[in-house]
T-cell receptor, first 118, second 115 residues
Framework: DTGVSQNPRHKITKRGQNVTFRCDPISEHNRLYWYRQTLGQGPEFLTYFQNEAQLEKSRLLSDRFSAERPKGSFSTLEIQRTEQGDSAMYLC????????????????FGEGSRLTVL | AQSVSQHNHHVILSEAASLELGCNYS??????LFWYVQYPGQHLQLLLK??????LVKGIKGFEAEFIKSKFSFNLRKPSVQWSDTAEYFC?????????????FGTGTLLAVQP
């Protein structure tokens, strides 16, 4: 499967623990996005990278959240001192520019990592 | 701030019925518009998109959507639904001409098609 891969798929943790999610985008994609989705809501933008540069962060991304993409390939999203309100599905998506430098506009999503904080 | 409204949260239809899901966005400038679908147990995938040109766009599986700029709307339609269309449908907007691919999603519409 050459799609976007996320792991772990499910994580149950106790409040106050740290968790880390990993995303492997489609190999030729230079843009990578993190979204969060809670029950009954659509995906909410958290942050995005172009290559290794983190270009935008949402106000939803508190200081306890940190995302990295050190080599411009895979990315990690770490949540420190988890709270029950962090329980959600964390989605990763990737995209690329066309060869002409135009934006295709399409995001390719992974299946998500579901976090449950007890 | 940009926002997307989907008015139908839960729709139940019988097979062969026609479908129209509403989507309105708030942004006065250039927008790119999308409908994504999430089938049970699967990841989000693109159904169709509008960038420019013909405001009536056709997507996969017989879906189409019409961009009406004056109404800030991008409603999704299908003339005859099938049981396999049971899924959650999300409307999304990329404001500012698509420079970032940052999509703002609506809250989704859960469609259940009864055989």
């Amino acid at each position: 499967d050459t799609g976007v891969s996320q792991n772990p798929r499910h994580k149950i943790t106790k409040r106050g623990q740290n968790v880390t999610f990993r995303c492997d985008p489609i190999s030729e994609h230079n843009r990578l996005y993190w979204y969060r989705q809670t029950l009954g809501q659509g995906p909410e933008f958290l942050t995005y990278f172009q290559n290794e540069a983190q270009l935008e962060k949402s106000r939803l991304l508190s200081d306890r959240f940190s995302a990295e993409r050190p080599k411009g390939s895979f990315s990690t999203l770490e949540i420190q001192r988890t709270e029950q309100g962090d329980s959600a599905m964390y989605l990763c998506a990737s995209s690329s520019l066309t060869s002409g430098g135009l934006n295709t506009g399409e995001l390719f999503f992974g299946e998500g990592s579901r976090l449950t904080v007890l | 701030a940009q926002s997307v409204s989907q008015h139908n949260h839960h729709v139940i239809l019988s097979e062969a019925a026609s479908l129209e899901l509403g989507c309105n966005y708030s942004y006065g400038g250039t927008v790119n518009l999308f409908w994504y679908v999430q089938y049970p147990g699967q990841h989000l995938q693109l159904l169709l998109k509008y960038f420019s040109g013909d405001p009536l766009v056709k997507g996969i599986k017989g879906f189409e959507a019409e961009f009406i700029k004056s109404k800030f709307s991008f409603n999704l339609r299908k003339p005859s639904v099938q049981w396999s269309d049971t899924a959650e449908y999300f409307c999304a907007v990329n404001a500012g001409g698509g420079a970032t691919n940052k999509l703002i999603f609506g809250t989704g519409t859960l469609l259940a098609v009864q055989p």
